[in-house]
């Protein structure tokens, strides 16, 4: 009886193949939803996505991850580049016809910056010491101290609508609504939102820069990627992005009808150590824990040959500063065992070192992310085994991870960063960044790297900036503040009626920056 | 009647302040906090403005005053609160999911009773045939497997390997209105839990029966020449579902807890989704919203099957 229901649904439901998708409409897959379109409280990758459709900041990011003009028409600065002069464009609107001036951006930057209204990225701009109005369309930033990324992501934070937030209470902002009814100056505009299912986007006709070609854009929030390799192999959708190395696997190269992007992104996946315990101060303890891991079978195994061997700490997907010009860790296991031998661990009974009587043992953690995380502890765990160094997995959930990683709780850390256009790391490396203070939770310290941090800061030259970051990863490599794994490819699917300019296509959020310019075939 | 309904009414009020008690309590004391804003990035936060954003949430305060203020906003203004993550009220939130779990919950149980009842009839008029023998050994052998593996076993036969139906999701692109494409995408989980809560149903139903079966009344009804079909169905089975609208309400924690699991495994975006993102974001009022929402369910399940029973069954009276 069950076979019977089941044959009948089936074959009722089969002929949903093959829709047709109309002519003025973008089909876009994402694989989750926003909790809010509020710039104030988006700390997720969806949110910043479908934000810059709605909203646009005074300063965008331009095909090389240069700033580039955007709501501000130019800016300059004072020999100490304490005070900033920014110009604005005129005769700019809002979705909703209010037109912006030099208000919005002094409401804006007053927002952010006010510790009531709780935006989670305030202390990243909390140099900026004082917005004002010189005149409708020319404002003043006053810095507490330079800050070589002002420009680049102090000034690229999305411009609030002052007639409507300007009436909340601070501390109102979270529950105000904002964050489902958005109302931007950019392409498009948000005309309709169903929870975890779907996101439709009209352009702007107002919009400053010139309409929008495509006229609409419906984002699919698609839950399982198994579904949106069908969909797009279906022909029910025009652009898949972020594609799972899973899903990228079936879908490579063999559909006619498909467009593939494939680019370096700006992530990268590494294990962090706690540099406070005796055992990972020593830098030929972790040196060992790199030559000994095995990464090209890694990459070429459980990834598929889909990453790149991470060999410092600024990934592959940022060619502007990425230097590959440092001390490299081939897979190496006797190199690795000889640093382990000269740091006084010998092999003890077991197969675990040991010195003074105590194991080389700690213990990696893991948040519980699915089977490839699994997979790669356990990789890990089978080389460093190999070397003669014992390493016991502990998987957690999210939050608690979270915890135990901010409270510097933790020997080893599966983790990783990036998504930002700048090498800048002076919040994760620095001495002066232990948690609570910042985000260095491995403890790790080197004054020589503190001090090329500080430099690139307070360093606005392009060409003394590249010489300061590139001595960075020369000093990082050589003193490895993290057991790095591999840098991750950004993967996109787009049909074939879609029109864009590869060249200009950015990976990951950015991939959306051109939207404006992309068309439809007929 | 309607004393025996107030009674029962104003009993359920302090199980719910203890439920409710006991639910905050765990989760204000499981490691890990809100997540969702305060996540690790958000370091770059002063730790001024840190405090303040406990502050704004409640969060600075220990679990049994958050407790006192999410009570009192409930009571006080009927206020489920609003979510951590996004900012909205929760019971918008749950509102806007429950649709769909309702929808799952009521397909699988349409697909339950359609078969528990006859094969349990069966089973029982045709007491130890091997027809009998068999459903007892399908009840028993489904009866212990855990909903979440065979909702994987079902979504690898199913779909991944048959592809009759999709593997997971509500609608397909396009199809957010269609039901026939909703019923399509819930086939699986429905039948999924109807499995596992079949073999109470069956063993139920056949007990029920052989009771019902001794009855002078239905000795009588055959000694008046009554054929088989009409003994069986209209005097017997009338008495044996009593027993069966019982089990309605009672079976109902175990269908919800099921349905929450199979919604995260098929990645249907109803309230188990809700809550299970919930509880990993620690976003306690969308959690707490939906406990109190399922165990006053729960509740309701209950009383509504002691009315329901006494309405069926004359016999029994509560005052």
Known sequence: MLLVVFALAGTAGCSSAQAHLPADTLVALEAGDAPTLSPLYSTNYYSTVYENLVMDPLVNVGGHFQPIPWLATSWSSGPAHLHWTVHLRRGVTFSDGAPFTSKDVVFSYDTYLNPKVGFPYQGQFAYIKKVTALGPY??????????????????????????????????????????????????????????????????????????????????????????????????????????PTSSYALLRGDDPNLTYVHLPDLYSVFLETNDALPGLRDVRVRQAMIYGWDREALVKGLLHGDAIVATGI???????????????????????????????????????????????????????????????????????????????????????????????????????????????????LDSSQFPPTGNNAGHYVNHAVDRVLRAGLRELNPVKRKALYDRMQVLTAEDPPVIWAYDVYYRAAFSKRVEFNGAHLLPDQYIWNNVWDWSLRP | MTTYIVRRVLGAIPLLLVITLISYALMGLAPGGPTALLTREAHAMTPAAREQMLAMLGLNRPWYVQYFYWLSALVLHGNLGTSYVDGRPVLEKILEKLPITVELLGLSQLLTLAIAIPVGVRSAVRRNSLFDHAATVVAFATYGIPVFW?????????????????????????????PLDHLRHLILPAVTLSIVSLAGWIRYQRGAMLNVLDEPYVRTARSKGLSERVVIYRHALRNALIPTLTLLG??????????????????????????????????????????????????????????????????????
């Open chain 1, 138 to 243: 020319t404002v003043r930033f006053d810095l507490s101290q330079t800050n070589a990324l002002f420009v680049a992501e102090g000034l690229n934070l999305p411009i609030l609508p002052q007639h409507i937030l300007g009436k909340i209470p601070p501390a109102q902002m979270h529950s105000s609504g904002f964050g489902e009814h958005p109302v931007g100056t950019g392409p498009y505009t948000l005309v309709r939102w169903r929870h975890d299912d779907e996101l439709i986007f009209q352009r702007n006709p107002h919009w400053w820069h010139g309409l929008p070609r495509i006229p609409r854009i419906e984002i699919r929030v698609v839950l399982n990627s198994q579904s949106e390799s069908e969909a797009m192999e279906n022909g029910n959708a025009d652009f898949y992005d972020g594609i």
């Open chain 1, 314 to 428: 600024v990934p592959h997907g940022l060619p502007e500063w990425y230097d590959p010009n440092v001390k490299r860790y081939p897979y190496d296991p006797a190199k690795a065992r000889a640093l382990l031998e000269a740091a006084g661990w010998r092999m003890g009974s077991g197969g675990v070192r040991e010195r003074d009587g105590k194991p080389l043992r700690f213990t990696l953690l893991m948040p519980n992310a699915g089977a490839a995380a699994a997979d790669l502890g356990a990789d890990y765990q089978a080389d460093m085994r190999a070397i003669g160094i014992a390493i016991d997995v502990k998987m957690l959930d999210y939050a608690t991870f979270i915890e135990d990683l901010d409270k510097s709780d933790f020997q080893i850390a599966y983790t990783g960063w990036g998504g930002t256009t700048d090498p800048d790391e002076f919040t994760f």
């Open chain 2, 150 to 178: 065979l909702g994987l076993m079902m979504i690898d036969l199913f779909a991944l390997h048959l592809h009759w139906f999709p593997a997971s999701g509500y609608a397909s692109l396009g199809h957010a209105h269609d």
């Open chain 2, 250 to 319: 009672l079976t109902l924690p175990a269908l919800v807890g099921g349905a929450y699991f199979l919604e995260y495994v098929f990645s249907i975006p109803g309230m188990g989704y809700l809550y299970l993102t919930a509880v990993f974001e620690r976003d306690y009022p969308t959690v707490m919203g939906i406990t109190l929402l399922t165990a006053v369910l729960v509740v309701l399940g209950n009383l509504l099957a002691d009315i329901a029973y006494a309405v069926a069954d004359p016999r029994v009276r509560y005052d």
